[in-house]
């Protein structure tokens, strides 16, 4: 048995002690996407695909600017664009929110 290597980021059970950026990050989108999917009434999974954001949350790097990041991951990754304009600004906002909250000002 030969297994084939994994093509994306670890089991999500994994990323607090791997990855603990990635793990806040994927918490905050998946806290805000559940928002969303309850205001509209879509399914979460309906909105992107959950390995394309756990990929999103993974990967992501600080850039200059979050929405068009997001956006082109989105795309990149196969998104429609009704999803990518539903949810892209909902994941950057997510984002965003876990890098200003990871380091708060001493106090």
């Known amino acids: 048995d030969i297994t084939e290597p994994l093509d994306g980021p670890p089991p999500p059970v994994r990323w607090a002690r791997r990855n603990p950026e990635a793990a806040a990050r994927l918490e ?22 959950p390995d394309l954001v756990r990929r999103l949350c993974w990967d992501w790097q600080e850039p ?15 998104a429609r664009n009704w999803q990518r304009e539903l ?15 990871a380091n708060p000002p001493p106090g």
């Open 28 to 49: 905050a989108a998946r806290t805000a996407l559940s928002g969303l999917s309850a205001r509209i009434g879509v399914p979460t999974e309906n909105l992107v695909s």
């Open 64 to 78: 200059p600017d979050a929405d068009a990041a997001g956006a082109d991951f989105l795309r990149e990754g196969g």
């Open 87 to 101: 949810v892209g600004p909902v994941l950057a906002a997510a984002l965003n929110d876990d890098e200003s909250g």
